[in-house]
Every structure is written in structure tokens, then in C-alpha cells.
């Protein structure tokens, strides 16, 4: 596995971390995918490091794969020098030479139970995870690609798309996730059939009602704090 430079400052991107603890037999109920991949919960998982996709295999069925969460479009020469791409504006995916491939022929789904997000001064940000009201999975809109090196090597990696903030986002950040309803992964994996332009419409802000806000104790700044108690809302409130 090639090293890739991440990004600099996490808390101030959206989204820049997520968590992934819902049991595998779920996320297969969920997604449809016919691998059967045994993994553990993840709590609080950061830029670079592996994460879940669901996409189109060869054959036609959904696949579970693991690839490495910031997308190195194909074109790179060398993954050293390039600046590690975890978010993408929904709005210009499709123009943009980093995405445009990716969104025409790589279209996947990254599952997720809630994801972080911060507000306040620079030095005192406040974390806070969002998920549904039921605890039931997130289906983030996101984009995948193979990079290819001279020496044979391959890199597999992800990208998250990202649109203008809901009401309930609003307060701690102007973005959020491509959030998809289960209605619409067919269309969204359908690259043969289904252009970015089909799909342009499911690049909207979620339905306000979808999620909640719950302040976490600052510990989640610390990727090495993968654990269940991390998640556990600061004060047991809600915002």
C-alpha cells in the first residue's frame, strides 16, 4: 500500500470522519451485496485510512469492497505529490477532471451508521454526530477509482460527494453528504445506463427530519479513539 499525504485540517472539511458499527448481516440486508465479508465495527474513521463501498461487480450483482477513503484519480503520476480528495462537490462532479470519470463509469454507495461534524473558533471546536433518529444506516453518494503504477501497483480508492447543508446541518456546517434513499441505488450504481445528468436531481440536501445532532467529547479529534464510547453524546443531549 502506497503512503498518500492527507489532508491537512479534518475537522474543517465535510465530511471528514464517519463511523461504520452496524453488524456486516445488516449492511448486507441493507445494500443488497451478495459477497459476505466478516469486518469489525468502526467508530471513528478518518481520511486515508480503508473504508466500505458498495458498487457494480463485473458480473452485474453488488459487491462489498474495501478501498482506501480519498480518491487518486488515474491520471496521477506520482500519489506522493497529490493532495489526498475525501469530499466532492456534487454540484460539479461531473465537470471537474478529478471526478468526471468516476461519476460517468465509478458511481458507488459508502455505507455508514452517522457521521462528525465541528463548529466554533479555531482551537475550540465543538464535535458533534449525526445520525437518524433510529440508528439505521446512511447511504452517502460516492465515487471510486483504480489508480495504476508504473511498477505494477494498484491503489483502490473513495471519495464522498457532498451538497449544500439541510436545516439540521446548517448550525455546524454550509455541507453535508449526499445522503440516497434505498430507492434510488439502482439508478446510482446503473453506470451503464444511467448518466450523471439522470441522476443530477439525487444530489440534493437530505430531508431535514432525517438526522439528529449530538455533541461528543472532544477525545473524537483523536483518530486513534475508535471505540463505542466515543460516540456516546456529550451530556446524553441532543442539539
Partial sequence: MLYVRPTACYGQLMCSRFALKSAPEIIRATFGHLNRPNFPPRFNIAPTQPIHIVRTAAGGARELALMRWGLLPSWVRDPHDFTTLINARGETAAEKPSFRAAMRHRRCLIPADGFMEWTGQRGAKRPFYLRRPDEGLLAFAGLWELWQGADGSEIES?????????????????????????????????????????IAE??????????????????????????PEILAPLGGGLL
Fill in 158 to 198: 473513495a471519495v464522498i460527494l457532498t451538497t449544500q447543508a439541510n436545516a439540521t446541518l446548517s448550525p455546524l456546517h454550509n455541507r453535508m453528504p449526499v445522503i440516497l434513499d434505498p430507492e434510488q441505488f439502482d439508478a446510482w450504481l446503473d453506470c451503464k445506463r444511467v448518466s450523471p445528468a439522470d
Fill in 202 to 227: 439525487f444530489l440534493a440536501p437530505a430531508a431535514d427530519t432525517l438526522l439528529e445532532a449530538a455533541e461528543l467529547d472532544p477525545g473524537i479529534n483523536n483518530p486513534a479513539n475508535d471505540n
